[in-house]
């Protein structure tokens, strides 16, 4: 085999990453931190914020396309990934997947807080050994338990800037958290055969669609009202309970449409909405905060 270039090596390494799935993780983060300053907190401590952040989530998603490899070889979506593809030995998947962690801890503890780093650390295991290595491949509510990996990020801003967590802290983790199964599961509609190609037993598979919509409804509907919590214990003032109004009644609508139009168009409309929905709640509660003082 010919010797590959530098640039399609590194381009390799950084898709294990899985960069677009990370951005995500990162506005909510950086909003929580902008939450918790109520104002643009110091660059330097949200450079190693952000950047703490994005090693471990970058080293947790490394360690999943490790143990994954069997599944995403059998997966259309996935079976062009460096791992399957035979691009990158899965020995250096893991160990680039354990450096990203360590590293990650080692920056956020050392230019940041002990809290931080141990709730980056808590996010990369609990995805890799409860969700990635137990649920994915057990559990058709793998997604409601493993969700709980992807709603730390705004935890850890959040103890970035003030070193402790309180019950608004706690609001951003069950936002998100009650936020990923519509998510998730919008985008298993479109992906059940591969899924079950995989016997990975994600929700569809196990359930069938129509379970799966109807399921889809009543996570945002739980959503919609853990969204105004915040509201009512006074964490968050009129110009998030009347953003987060007009972002809840679009994203029910979208999820209705699921359960009402059985076609991949409105699954996937769900899943990019859905994006869509959680990047500006985070953005409106972070501008409530800094314009009325929370």
């Given at each position: 085999m010919a010797p590959r270039r530098v640039a399609d090596v590194a381009r390799d390494y950084i898709a294990l990453t899985k960069p677009r799935v990370i951005v995500l993780l990162e506005v909510t983060a950086v909003a929580a931190m902008v939450m918790a300053a109520r104002r643009l907190p110091d660059w330097r401590l949200l450079l190693a914020t952000v950047l703490g952040g994005w090693m471990a989530a970058a080293g947790a998603n490394?360690?999943?396309c490790w143990f994954d490899c069997d599944i995403d070889s059998t997966m259309g979506r996935t079976r062009n990934r460096p791992l399957p593809a035979?691009?990158?030995?899965?020995?250096?998947a893991l160990v680039f997947g354990v450096a990203l962690?360590?590293?990650?801890?080692?920056?956020?503890?050392?230019a940041v807080n002990l809290l931080a780093a141990t709730l980056a650390m808590t996010a990369l295991l609990f995805y890799v050994c409860v969700y990635t290595m137990w649920l994915k491949r057990s559990s058709m509510q793998?997604?409601?338990i493993g969700g709980a990996a992807g709603a730390i990020p705004p935890l850890v801003g959040w103890a970035a800037v003030q070193g402790r967590l309180d019950v608004t802290a706690l609001f951003l983790f069950a936002i998100v958290f009650y936020w990923t199964p519509p998510h998730f599961w919008a985008l298993a509609l479109l992906l059940r055969n591969d899924y079950t190609?995989?016997?990975v037993p994600m929700l569809p598979v196990v359930a069938g669609d129509r379970s799966t919509r109807y399921q889809i409804v009543l996570y945002t509907l739980v959503l919609c009202v853990v969204t105004v919590l915040p509201a009512l214990t006074r964490s968050f003032g009129a110009v998030y309970l009347a953003g987060a109004g007009v972002l809840d009644t679009l994203l029910l609508i979208s999820a209705v449409r699921v359960a009402r139009e059985p076609a991949a168009r409105s699954a996937r409309?769900?899943?990019y909405d859905s994006m869509i929905y959680l990047a500006m709640l985070f953005v409106v509660m972070a501008v409530d905060r800094?314009?009325?003082g929370g």
């Open positions: 490394a360690i999943n035979g691009r990158i030995a899965p020995r250096n962690g360590g590293a990650s801890f080692v920056l956020l503890a050392g793998n997604i409601v190609r995989a016997r409309r769900l899943f800094v314009v009325t």
